[in-house]
C-alpha cells in the first residue's frame, strides 16, 4: 500500500512540474515565435514563410494549459496565461482596438478604397457594386491588367468623373487628378525590375494629397515551388525541411519586396505635403520590412480600425496586408473592410482627415 501510495505521490508531483514547464513555457515560446518572425521574417526561407500561414493554431495550447491549472488551483501561473492571451491576441494575430468615429459636423475630409482586384477575375460589375457599397470619393486599384481596364473605367466613369490608369494600377476619383507618375525601374541583382507603385497626386478637399498606391510582388509563386509534388510528398522525401530549389527563390523575392517597399517608403518622406500610401503591400503585420520601411508611417487601421483587420484571402481571411497608411499631416476616422468576394482580397476603405 505505502508503496502505491508513494508511486502515486511522485506521479502527481511529475505532473505538477510538467504542467509548471508548460505553463511558464508557452509565454515564453510565444515570445520567441514573435521575435523570430520580426527580427529573421523576412531573411530566412523558413520564417519567410511562417508569416504568411495561419497563426490561430499557436492559441490551440492555452485552454488546455488554462484549464489544468484552474483545475490544480495553480492561480499564480494562470496569471501567466493571460500574458499568452495578450501576446496572441495582439503581437501574434494583430488585434486593433480603438475609438471609431466619422468625421465631425462640417469638417474637411474624404473617403479614400484601396482595392486588389485579382485581374477583375470575379466580373466588372461585382467589384464595382462592391466598390460603390462603400460610397468612397477617391479608389485606388491594383492588380487591374491594362487589357481590361477600358472595361473597368466604363463601369466606374457614371460615379467617379476623373479616372487614370497606368500598368496594373487605376484612380477613380470624384476630385480632380493633377498628376500621374510612374517611377524608374529598379536594379535587383543586375536586372531591371518593376517597382510596382505608381505616385498620384489628387485635389482633394484637404488640398492636394500625393498618394501612392502600391503592389509588391507577391511571394505566392515561391510557395507554389515549395509545395513541389505536394505537400505529403514534400514532406515524405525532407525536401520541405530543408526548403529545396525554393528556398533561394523565396529569400530573393523577399528582398526585391523590401526593395519595391523601401523604395515607395523613401519618395513619399521626400514629398513635402500630405502623403498616403495604399495598396496591397504583400506585407503581414510582423513582416520585419514593413515595420523598418513603413513603421514611421501612421497605419490607418491600426488608428480608427477594430478587429483583426485580415483583408487575404476573401473567403477566409488571415492576413492583414491590405494598406491605408499616412505621414504626420493626415489622420483616419473609421476604417474598415469590405465584405465582398469579387476578389481574392477585401477592399480597405476609410475617412481621411486633417491630423491636428
Not at 486593433?96 to 482586384?117: H, M, Q
Request: glycine share 8%; net charge positive.
Amino acid at each position: 500500500m505505502e508503496t502505491r501510495q508513494k508511486k502515486g505521490g511522485r506521479w502527481r508531483r511529475g505532473l505538477r512540474k510538467s504542467l509548471s514547464v508548460l505553463a511558464i513555457g508557452y509565454p515564453v515560446a510565444l515570445v520567441l515565435v514573435i521575435l523570430a518572425l520580426r527580427l529573421v521574417g523576412d531573411t530566412w526561407w523558413a520564417t519567410s514563410v511562417a508569416l504568411y500561414l495561419p497563426r490561430l493554431g499557436f492559441a490551440i495550447p492555452l485552454p488546455f494549459i488554462s484549464l489544468s491549472l484552474l483545475l490544480t488551483r495553480r492561480f499564480r501561473l494562470l496569471g501567466l496565461q493571460a500574458l499568452s492571451l495578450w501576446l496572441l491576441l495582439f503581437p501574434l494575430l494583430g488585434l486593433c482596438i480603438s475609438w471609431r468615429s466619422y468625421p465631425a459636423d462640417g469638417e474637411k475630409s474624404f473617403r479614400l478604397l484601396t482595392y486588389n482586384v485579382d485581374s477583375a477575375n470575379g466580373g466588372f460589375r461585382p467589384i464595382v457594386d462592391e466598390i460603390l457599397a462603400h460610397s468612397p470619393d477617391v479608389v485606388f486599384l491594383q492588380e487591374l491588367p491594362p487589357w481590361r481596364a477600358e472595361q473597368m473605367k466604363a463601369e466606374l466613369s457614371p460615379m467617379f468623373a476623373n479616372i487614370a490608369s497606368v500598368d496594373q494600377f487605376m484612380v477613380a476619383s470624384k476630385f480632380r487628378i493633377i498628376s500621374s507618375d510612374q517611377p524608374p525601374r529598379l536594379q535587383f541583382y543586375g536586372r531591371d525590375r518593376s517597382p510596382r507603385f505608381m505616385r498620384f497626386v489628387v485635389d482633394t478637399p484637404l488640398g492636394p494629397v500625393t498618394i501612392y498606391s502600391l503592389h509588391t510582388v507577391s511571394p505566392r509563386g515561391a510557395f507554389y515551388k515549395l509545395r513541389g509534388k505536394g505537400l505529403r510528398s514534400e514532406i515524405s522525401s525532407g525536401r520541405l525541411f530543408v526548403g529545396g530549389d525554393a528556398a533561394a527563390e523565396i529569400v530573393d523575392t523577399a528582398a526585391l519586396r523590401s526593395l519595391q517597399v523601401k523604395t515607395t517608403a523613401e519618395m513619399a518622406r521626400s514629398e513635402k505635403g500630405p502623403v498616403m500610401i495604399v495598396g496591397d503591400g504583400n506585407l503581414p503585420t510582423l513582416s520585419g520590412a514593413r515595420a523598418r520601411y513603413l513603421g514611421d508611417f501612421h497605419d490607418g487601421f491600426a488608428e480608427a480600425g477594430l478587429g483583426f483587420g485580415y483583408s487575404y484571402p476573401s473567403k477566409l481571411p488571415w492576413m492583414r496586408i491590405d494598406m491605408l497608411l499616412s505621414n504626420d499631416q493626415l489622420a483616419f476616422k473609421r476604417v474598415e473592410l469590405g465584405q465582398g468576394r469579387a476578389s481574392d482580397h477585401l477592399c480597405v476603405f476609410g475617412d481621411v482627415v486633417a491630423r491636428r
